[in-house]
């Protein structure tokens, strides 16, 4: 069995990090950048303990620039770690699923990333034809994780336990905030969060165009938007506040901000928001379908 981080014998009280547990990430890219920046930077497991696997090394230089060990053999990744990141985009996890499959036992848990693809999918049997009765958990990560400011969630499999979901719960804490949720939530997660994430990026650089158009310097504007996104989000979390009720507060009769949104409804902003949730879903559960 496997050391719980923040548990055990091997664990470093102040940080929670964990010395026996050797974490191995499949795929180096952005993602994995995000989630396992968090690790590291939270203390949550030793730089020495990670090992990551990709096919080239344009990804691998900067995790071996941190103190991880990298290699270009994914069977190496298993054979050295006990938990697994898979982090290669989703068309590739099945292939990736059957070639490490030899070398899985039963002390190793295997987390996936990829988005769209189902638990039941990564538990098919001829997928880990050597490996039946693996712990398998699913997680939907965004790229805030790579700030540690991420909303990352995730669902256990058929026979990943109580001890393992505690046991992500802790790690990804590293990365943001991080809660278990009911698998049919995690498509939506996509959608809400994960490419959320690019919608925000959208109304942020619109924002700042329309100060630009206004006469303000891009810098200047680029930095109060962010400051702006940044501070509303702290508020909706620090007041609990739906966000109808925060909007309606800025709003004085007859002021700017309700002409302006105004604008916004006009231009079909809310509608265009809901229908760009409800595709990238969509999309993620027809990515499991194919
Ligand atoms: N980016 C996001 O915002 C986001 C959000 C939520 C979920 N995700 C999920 O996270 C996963 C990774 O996304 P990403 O954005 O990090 O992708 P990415 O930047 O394109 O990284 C993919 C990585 O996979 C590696 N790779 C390719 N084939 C491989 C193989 N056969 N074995 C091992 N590694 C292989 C690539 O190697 P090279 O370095 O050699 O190219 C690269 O390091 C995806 O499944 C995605 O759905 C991403």
């Known amino acids: 069995m496997m050391a719980a981080a923040g548990s055990g014998s091997g664990s470093d009280p102040g940080t929670g990090a964990s010395s026996d547990l ?19 930077i939270s203390g949550k497991v030793p730089v020495q303990n990670i090992t990551v696997s990709a096919p080239s090394d344009s990804n ?9 060990s990298t290699t270009h053999s994914n069977i190496s990744v298993v054979q050295q770690c006990d938990l697994l990141f898979l982090a290669t985009k989703p068309p590739l996890i099945p292939q990736v699923l059957v070639e490490i499959s030899s070398a899985i036992t039963a002390r190793h848990v295997i987390v996936s990333m990829a988005a769209g693809v189902s638990l039941r999918t990564l538990e098919k049997v001829e997928m880990l034809p050597g490996a039946p009765g693996v712990r398998i958990l699913r997680m939907a990560p965004n790229l805030p994780c790579v700030v540690q400011a991420g909303a990352v ?10 001890e393992e979901a505690e046991m992500l719960q802790d790690l990804l804490s590293g990365c943001g905030t991080c809660e278990e949720m009911p698998e049919a939530f995690i498509d939506v997660h996509t959608g809400l969060s994960g490419s959320g994430v690019a919608y925000v990026y959208l109304f942020a650089e619109a924002l700042v165009d329309g100060a630009v158009k206004m006469g303000m310097p891009s810098a200047v504007s680029s ?33 700017t901000t309700i002409h302006a949104l105004h604008e916004l409804e006009k231009g079909g902003l809310r ?19 194919s």
């Open 223 to 255: 930095r109060i938007a962010a400051q702006t996104l940044l501070g509303a989000a702290k508020m909706m979390l620090e007041t609990g506040e739906h966000p109808a009720k925060l909007r309606s507060d800025v709003c004085t009769p007859g002021g």
């Open 22 to 40: 050797r974490v191995g990430c499949i795929g180096a890219g952005k993602m994995a950048r995000g989630v396992l920046g968090g690790l590291i």
């Open 271 to 289: 509608a265009a928001v809901m229908n760009a949730v409800e595709a990238a879903t969509k999309r993620a559960r027809e990515m499991d379908k």
């Open 153 to 162: 969630v995730f669902s256990r499999g058929s026979c990943a336990g109580q």
């Open 60 to 68: 691998l230089q900067q995790f071996r620039a941190q103190g991880c």
